[in-house]
């Protein structure tokens, strides 16, 4: 089994092509710890797997095998290279393993994947085997002495064009927390209805993380089911706890129809055309205003005409170059 962990480390990107149903669970989206304080990373519903092996990496820049742990006898392997494979054990749990860091350093900031692998007879040969990775969300490790702080939650209307399509946004922002690393999820309520969790084909989710001093904000576009009226909860997730908006966004059921988009400028310009009272008289003085200008040019031709003639008759009755004697 040495050697199936480094086949697989190769085609790692294959590998996270996954479906969700496959995946390890990693509850934990980050862990703050302070120097020589213990850090522990958890890995469940290991039984998807097809080995007995689970492995733990290390990711800075690039994915850095640390070690495997035998679900079936506890039996540890670390010898992948690793330079702080000393650093760390791992041990089995119900229904999953634990990576463990006695004594966290600054060296240990990085995020940490649980991954193992599954057979499937769709993979080809080329790529390692009958077999592909499937892996947890991941745990970032923070090593700082800032304590742990909630974000604070606020929701907004977001201004859309999508509106025009039966759809709405909303804006969700988290701020002032620590360490920085959130998810979003949302939720809605149908009037006096119960509470539910937002279903996926009628919500699209663009998250905006890291904005700079603590901040990440997601955006929600909503299709909006006809004849329905639901208020919206935005939810987020923090190694300190769950936080929520406080206050619920109402979006109403789109309209039966809407009309075509006009541009702002087109629109001022209709708006102020239809105040504008309309003068009988504007046809009647286009036409006089073409009259006078084809008299104009009739009159420039006619003076052209007559200047040109009487230039042709001084020439012709110019004095004559014939003398007598």
């Not at 039996?75 to 634990?98: M, T």
């Not at 809605?188 to 209805?193: L, N, P, W």
């Not at 629109?267 to 200008?293: F, I, N």
């Amino acid at each position: 089994m040495l050697l199936l962990p480094a086949a697989a480390l190769c085609c790692l990107c294959s590998a996270m092509v996954a479906t969700a149903a496959e995946e390890l669970i990693q509850d934990q989206l980050s862990l703050t710890r302070r120097v020589v304080q213990s850090a522990s990373f958890t890995c469940e519903q290991t039984q998807r797997c097809d080995y007995d092996e689970v492995f733990w990496y290390q990711k800075k820049e690039t994915f850095t095998l640390i070690m495997y742990i035998d679900r079936s006898d506890g039996a540890v392997e670390k010898g992948y290279g690793h330079p702080q494979k000393d650093d760390f054990s791992a041990v089995n749990i119900q229904n999953g393993c634990e990576l463990k860091i006695d004594k966290v350093k600054l060296s240990h900031s990085a995020s940490y994947y649980c991954s193992c692998l599954k057979l499937d007879p769709h993979i080809s040969v080329t790529v390692g085997g009958w077999y592909h990775l499937i892996f947890g969300s991941g745990t970032k490790l923070y090593v700082t002495d800032e304590p742990v702080v909630k974000p604070v939650v606020s929701v907004y209307p977001a201004a859309s064009r999508a509106h025009l399509e039966g759809k709405s946004s909303l804006l969700c922002l988290a701020s002032a927390m620590s360490p920085p690393l959130v998810q979003f999820s949302w939720k809605r309520q149908k009037e006096d209805g119960p509470l539910e969790e937002l279903p996926p084909a009628e919500g699209e989710q663009l998250q905006l993380t890291q904005l700079g001093r603590g901040r990440s904000a997601a955006i929600l576009t909503i299709r909006q089911p006809e004849n329905a009226t639901y208020k919206y909860i935005c939810s987020v997730r923090h190694e300190g706890g769950t936080a929520e908006g406080p206050t619920q966004q109402e979006v109403p059921a789109p309209a039966a129809s809407c009309p075509p988009e006009t541009e702002p400028a087109v629109l001022a310009a209709q708006q102020q055309a239809d105040l504008l009272p309309l003068d009988p008289l504007q046809p009647q003085s286009r036409v006089k205003l073409l009259c006078l200008l084809y008299t104009v040019l009739i009159v420039k031709s006619l003076v052209y005409c007559c200047g040109l003639s009487l230039l042709m008759s001084l020439r012709d009755d110019g004095p004559s170059t014939n003398y007598t004697d």
